[in-house]
């Protein structure tokens, strides 16, 4: 029962790392553009 809660808090994070490394990644996408505008 442990090693599961344990799995699915590992999910949890790596779910969690991958949505902001992707946010991030839209974040920095966003400032490229706007600063090839100026």
């Not at 949890?12 to 920095?28: D, K």
């Amino acid at each position: 029962m442990d090693s599961q809660k344990e799995d699915k808090t590992m999910n949890a994070a790596f779910t969690a790392v991958r949505a902001s490394s992707n946010e991030n990644e839209e974040i920095m996408n966003v400032y490229q553009l706007l600063r090839r505008m100026q």
